[in-house]
């Protein structure tokens, strides 16, 4: 039997024995998960889990006609083991947004986030949910900056999003709207809905005025505070990819041969933050190097953080981000399914041998019928069997690891 056939037949078994052992996860209720130290907690056990990202959620479900898809994603989702999704909760400027200018927001499409929440309580999934982009794609920093602009405020660029007073204020509002929503599906504010997990400050910030990691520290421990006094039940991380700064310079050796101006360690030890993330784009940062480099790089990625998370930091880690794109040069699926395998078996070793990682988020899960989403990462679970199998197996594991 050739390799990828044995490969596939052993992940089929893993696969089915899941499926017998009932995959479907029950409907939410309960508490709130927690942090103990470096390990989640839920209603006194270890929480360990295997997750995915799908940041389209709430745009696709604001048209009802298109919730559809939502559902499609979550049961499937639930069907693989997988209990915990990321997902935007920002759309700022531009067509189909949410917040189409400071403090102004479209009640349709915050009812789509609404039936996103109510949506993943049914098929036993929480939710991270992410409050700003670092990046153009829904608004993002230079949205916020552009709105300072046009209202006579003296900004210079997009960095003065971490500095600027009228800036920041327009973002805390953004905070306050998220937390305090009453969801018209479920009739509970966003800040009492266990559903929620967790709450992500922006995603991947990225500072070009200053590679120190102090600015961004700066604008974290302000958004942390706030946050933290509207909602003391639900955790809070900063989003980052995981590029280290000047307070621990010898870690610098482990970022991709450049720094984007975020400090891992240093804006991770405050106490408002209850836990880390990474994120790993291997083929993107080390474009042109083999798959073998860039597993290898994945890899002391992955032992760093967990390391620094677990022994400096002390606070559990979640690998929010990775995946392979099928825009890579000679992409197979099978390809991608040995690198999921390699994410996995890293997230797997570091959670049972120091407990100091939670779990992982796959980028990212589709519908099928979703092409203008596509970015090269897309998983439809529907149609990549051989990927919903490694997933699957990835879910088994983990849940094998609480007590």
């Known amino acids: 039997m050739a390799k990828s056939a044995r490969i596939s037949c052993i992940l089929g078994i893993f696969s089915l024995l899941f499926l017998l052992c009932g995959a479907r996860n029950a409907p939410l209720g309960g508490g709130f998960v927690q942090t103990t130290g470096t390990q989640f907690m839920f209603d006194g056990s270890p929480f360990l889990f295997n997750g995915f990202n799908s940041y389209w959620m709430m745009h696709v479900a604001a048209d009802p006609a298109e919730r559809p898809k939502v559902s499609t994603v979550f049961r499937d989702a639930a069907a693989a083991g997988l209990t915990v999704c990321r997902t935007w909760a920002f759309s700022d400027g531009g067509d189909g947004a949410l917040q189409i200018s400071p403090g102004v927001y479209d009640e349709r499409v915050f009812q789509g986030l609404d039936f996103v929440v109510a949506e993943a309580s049914k098929y036993g999934i929480r939710l ?4 700003v982009n670092n990046f153009g794609d829904y608004g993002g920093r230079s949205q916020y900056v552009k709105w300072a602009q046009n209202a006579g405020v003296q900004v210079q660029g997009d960095d003065d999003f ?17 937390v305090t929503r009453f969801n018209t599906i479920t009739k509970t504010m966003y800040k009492d809905d266990p559903t929620i997990m967790a709450w992500e400050l922006i995603n991947e910030p990225r500072c070009q005025a200053d590679y120190s990691g102090n600015t961004v520290d700066g604008w974290v421990k302000e958004m942390a505070s706030f946050t933290k006094s509207l909602d003391q039940q639900h955790l809070l991380e900063i989003g980052m990819e995981g590029f280290y700064g000047d307070s621990v310079p010898e870690r610098k050796q482990f970022n991709p041969g450049y720094q984007v101006g975020t400090d891992f360690i240093k804006s991770n030890l405050l ?15 080390l474009s042109g190097q083999s798959d073998e480099a860039q597993i290898d790089f994945m890899q002391r990625w992955m032992m760093s953080h967990s390391t620094d998370s677990g022994t400096i930091i002390k606070k559990p880690l979640v690998f929010s981000e990775f995946g392979k794109s099928k825009k890579d040069p000679g992409f197979s699926m099978y390809g991608r399914d040995v690198y999921l395998g390699a994410v996995y078996r890293n997230i797997y070793n570091a959670a049972r041998s120091t407990g100091a990682v939670g779990g992982g988020l796959v980028w990212h899960l589709m519908a099928e019928g979703m092409e203008p989403y596509y970015d090269g990462y897309e998983i439809i679970l529907s149609q990549q069997p051989s990927t919903d199998r490694v997933i699957a197996q990835q879910s088994h594991q983990m849940s094998a690891l609480i007590p």
């Open 162 to 178: 971490y500095t600027n007073p009228v800036v920041k204020s327009y973002y805390k509002n953004h905070i306050k709207r998220a």
């Open 271 to 285: 106490q408002e933050i209850d836990f880390t993330t990474i994120h790993a784009y291997p083929d993107i940062w």
């Open 128 to 131: 991270i949910l992410s409050l």
